[in-house]
């Protein structure tokens, strides 16, 4: 059985910074490029960004230069560092494998991150 579980997240001020963390059970992690999602309110879930199992990442335009997608396939646990962070940022992240920007298994339970002042 696939599992995802995210964590790390949390209010934060603007400007601040989050580790989210996501644990990968049930598949071969290091097979596979990973990726984090994030779904705001009354929006659909996007693509933030993704690691290669080479650790080659990509990102979304909205958050290039600010977050940072890292993998450690030992603990098969994919991280996101998040910096700079804005209002705009507020959803609930999740991650997931990814082939061709689609996920590919059920998702976890996500994580809350809160911009807020």
């Known amino acids: 059985q696939v599992q995802f579980v995210e964590s790390g997240g949390g209010l934060v001020q603007p400007g601040g910074s989050l580790r989210l963390s996501c644990a990968a059970s049930?598949?071969?992690?290091?097979?596979?490029?990973m990726g984090w999602y994030r779904q705001a309110p009354g929006k659909q879930r996007e693509l933030v960004g993704t690691v290669t199992s080479g650790g080659r990442t990509n990102y979304a335009d909205s958050v290039k230069g600010r977050f940072t997608i890292s993998r450690d396939n030992a603990k098969n646990t994919v991280y996101l560092q998040m910096n700079s962070l804005k209002p705009e940022d507020t959803a609930v992240y999740y991650c997931?494998?990814?082939?061709?920007?689609?996920?590919?298994?059920?998702w976890g339970q996500g994580t809350q991150v809160t911009v807020s002042s």
């Open positions: 997931n494998a990814v082939t061709e920007r689609n996920a590919l298994f059920d």
């Open positions: 049930g598949i071969i992690f290091s097979f596979y490029t």
